[in-house]
C-alpha cells in the first residue's frame, strides 16, 4: 500500500498488521470480532482490515511482557522472522559460503589429524593388521 494512503490513516490488511504487530492474521481477526481492536469486514464479508492507529493504540494498552512474547512465537516463528528478514538472495549466497566454508575447515583439521596419526604410527613402526 502506498506510503500516502497509510499516512493518511487508511486501512490496511491483516497480514501488513501483521509484520508490524508480530501477531498473526488470524489473532488479529479474532481481535477485531470481539472488539478489542478497531477493524472491519470488506470485499464481500470475507476480508478484514484496521489502521495503523488503531493496531497501534492496541499494542500500547496490551503490552505482553517481553519473555513471554518470546516464548509464544516459538522456534518456527523465530525461523520465519529470520528468513523474511534474511531472504535476499546475496545474503542466502553469503549464508551458504560460510556454511562451506566451515565443512571444508573441518574437513581439513580431520585429514591432518589423520596423516599425523599415520605418520606417527609409521615411524614407531607400527605396521596395520
Known sequence: MPESKK???????LKEAAKISGYTPDYLGQLIRKGKLEG??????VAWVTTEKALSAYLDNNKVPARKAELGVGFRGKVRRWVLEHSSGEEIIRLAQKVI????????????????????????????P
Open 40 to 45: 472491519k469486514q470488506i470485499y464481500l464479508n
Open 7 to 13: 499516512e493518511e490513516g487508511q486501512y490496511i490488511t
Open 101 to 128: 566454508y566451515i565443512v571444508i575447515g573441518i574437513l581439513v583439521i580431520l585429514s591432518a589429524f589423520l596423516i599425523y596419526a599415520f605418520l606417527a604410527n609409521v615411524l614407531r613402526g607400527v605396521t596395520l
